[in-house]
């Protein structure tokens, strides 16, 4: 069956310390594969996807993610983190006409 | 540019009521689609719609209908709320229904029910 997991529910970082957090995918074909943040209180925004070509992409907010396909991931990874990034975010995966299979969140806090 | 737009944005229903979530776009996109997020389980697909007239089960349907008699409008009807659907709401829009197009999600719906 086709899942995300995101193992860490909660991570927290100092700013402008780098973040990694990490996505592990199960989908038999070539995945398109997304990553959503979500402010308290607020509906979900795109980070950045990947649907084919370069396994790095570049997201906006300075956020970029790796599509691994021997691990089965797409790690989301930030240089330096910024108390604005405190937030929660979603990896997804689409399962077919744009069904998208959500993982749990992981819950970012950002210390001072 | 409004975007896809919820109403309400809170609700409390007592156990039996129902209830219609109103979700409406303005982008002229082919796709639209709601999700519940609970704690812990991400968000879940409830029905989508690839077109006017057009709708399918996602996920977790039950307790939830829906119909789409325009482009710009998919209302999600709760026929007889329990306390499991207590839940955010969220309606999500996409220019098509092919996987490789970005989803736009709506501010949400935080309903209770008791």
């Known amino acids: 069956a086709q899942s995300v997991t995101q193992p860490d529910i909660h991570i927290t970082v100092s700013e402008g310390a780098s973040l990694e957090l990490r996505c592990n995918y199960s989908?038999?074909?070539?995945?398109?594969l997304f990553w959503y943040v979500q402010s308290p209180g607020q509906g979900l925004q795109l980070l950045l996807k990947?649907?084919?070509?370069?396994?790095l992409v570049q997201g906006i907010k300075g956020f970029e993610a790796e599509f691994k396909r021997s691990q089965s991931s797409f790690n989301l990874r930030k240089p330096s983190v910024h108390w604005s990034d405190a937030a929660e975010y979603f990896c997804?995966?689409?399962?077919?006409?744009?069904?998208?299979?959500f993982g749990a969140g992981t819950r970012l806090a950002v210390h001072p | 540019n409004a975007g896809v737009t919820q109403t309400p944005k809170f609700q409390v229903l007592k156990t039996g009521q129902s209830m219609t979530l109103q979700c409406a776009q303005d982008?002229?996109?082919?796709?639209m689609s709601w999700y519940r997020q609970d704690p812990g389980m991400g968000l879940r697909l409830i029905h989508y719609?690839?077109?006017?007239?057009?709708?399918d089960q996602g996920e977790v349907p039950n307790g939830y209908n829906v119909s789409r008699s325009t482009t710009e409008d998919f209302p999600l009807r709760l026929l007889s709320a329990a306390p499991s659907q207590t839940s955010v709401y969220f309606c999500?829009?996409?220019?098509?229904?092919?996987?490789?197009?970005?989803?736009?999600f709506g501010q949400g719906t935080r309903l209770t029910v008791v």
């Open positions: 999500a829009s996409s220019p098509t229904h092919d996987g490789n197009t970005e989803a736009f």
């Open positions: 989908y038999g074909a070539t995945p398109y």
């Open positions: 990947y649907f084919s070509g370069d396994t």
């Open positions: 997804a995966v689409d399962g077919g006409y744009n069904k998208l299979i």
């Open positions: 982008m002229n996109h082919e796709y």
């Open positions: 719609s690839v077109g006017a007239g057009i709708t």
